[in-house]
């Protein structure tokens, strides 16, 4: 029997929906820096319990990522898992939002939901029929609006550090970019990087998206040849877990930055890019876009000054990749390492006003 690992977190629930009929979980990792801020995945999992293992392992992600943004939020992730083969009709839909806004209601505004794979903006609406402690509502609604855009100008801010680290240089003109998955943010950024004369290969598990790649000028690729299609940079823009060993071992890049969640299928997969001589820049530092534009537009921030968070992130991933070959560790381990004295900090200032210190 294979050890039970460490359990991190804060809280979970897990419950059947009761109008639903759905698993859903809403995991807690921590809120030592703050109330947790984590999207809503819906998606189709083989059994419930590989939704509620989503979740521990999103809602731990985005304790880093808020962390390592220099926000005052904690990590939290739900997850409203569908069993293979199911589609839901509009009713349905709408039941498993309701149930998921009772449950974020139970933590009493200790984590704040928001939109994420397979939810949009619209159905952040229906869960606010259940609990106030959601984010990312439509800007017609009063709310903070799409967050793409600004996840996406994130990643675009990431990828000149990284490639100064990789080649030296931060010029993006006549770079080769594999952008796998080109939804919300990927489209978004392989719009940017066509603008400034990137040549692109482009792919995703939607075939209508080759309009995209035909109007942008950019090569279409199948999905399955993203991981081996010779390019300077691989962009992950879709889900996560897809560089495993066998697929680092092959890879024909110099570098790897882009949205996707958790792109490492396992966190050894860092050392193996080092070992390559392959630049990784860490995805909760480079996708940290989204989290900062709803949590800048939460506290009445403006958009220049939001902006100017957001371009910021390239200056946290030039830090971390300095970090990393000055400590000869990798990009993962520098990143993590920031994220957590932030966390630290907060945890012992927390425990010296319990103590009265």
């Not at 859903?24 to 939704?51: E, F, K, N, Q």
């Not at 992730?77 to 209601?105: F, N, Q, Y």
């Not at 100017?308 to 970090?323: C, F, K, P």
Request: hydrophobic share 45%.
């Amino acid at each position: 029997m294979s050890a039970i690992p460490e359990f991190t977190h804060e809280r979970v629930l897990t419950s059947m929906g009761a109008r639903s009929g759905l698993v859903i979980t809403v995991a807690l990792h921590s809120s030592a820096l703050g109330p947790a801020l984590g999207g809503c995945r819906m998606w189709t999992y083989p059994t419930w319990a590989d939704g509620q293992a989503d979740a521990l392992r999103l809602s731990a992600a985005m304790t880093l990522k808020n962390a390592a943004a220099g926000l005052d939020a904690g990590g939290g992730k739900s997850v409203i898992a569908l069993p293979m083969g199911t589609t839901l009709d509009a009713e349905r839909r709408r039941a498993a939002l309701l149930d998921l806004g009772d449950l974020v209601e139970a933590l009493d505004g200790r984590y704040r939901t928001a939109e994420d794979v397979g939810t949009t903006e619209h159905d952040m609406l229906v869960v606010r029929e259940r609990t106030a402690h959601v984010v990312g509502l439509p800007a017609e609604n009063g709310g903070a609006g799409e967050p793409a855009g600004a996840t996406a100008l994130g990643v675009y801010s990431a990828i000149a550090p990284t490639l100064e680290a990789a080649f030296g240089s931060d010029r993006i003109e006549e770079r080769s970019f594999v952008i796998s998955g080109l939804g919300q943010v990927g489209g978004r950024l392989a719009r940017m990087l066509a603008g400034h004369g990137a040549r692109l290969f482009v792919t995703d598990i939607d075939d209508r998206k080759r309009q995209l790649a035909h109007d942008l000028g950019a090569e279409w690729i199948a999905p399955e040849a993203a991981l081996t299609t010779p390019a300077d940079v691989l962009v992950p823009a879709g889900l996560g877990g897809i560089l495993t060993d066998e697929t680092i071992d092959a890879l024909p890049v110099r570098a790897v930055v882009g949205p996707a969640n958790n792109p490492l299928a396992d966190r050894s997969g860092a050392e193996r890019l080092a070992a390559r001589g392959i630049v990784y820049a860490p995805d909760f530092v480079v996708n940290a876009g989204g989290v900062i534009h709803l949590e800048g537009m939460g506290h009445g921030m403006e958009w220049p000054a939001i902006a100017e968070r957001l371009t910021g992130i390239g200056d946290t991933v030039r830090g971390v990749l300095a970090s990393a070959s000055e400590r000869g560790i990798t990009p993962l381990a520098a990143a993590e390492a920031l994220a957590a004295e932030r966390i630290d900090a907060a945890r012992a200032s927390a425990h010296a006003m319990h103590v009265g210190v």
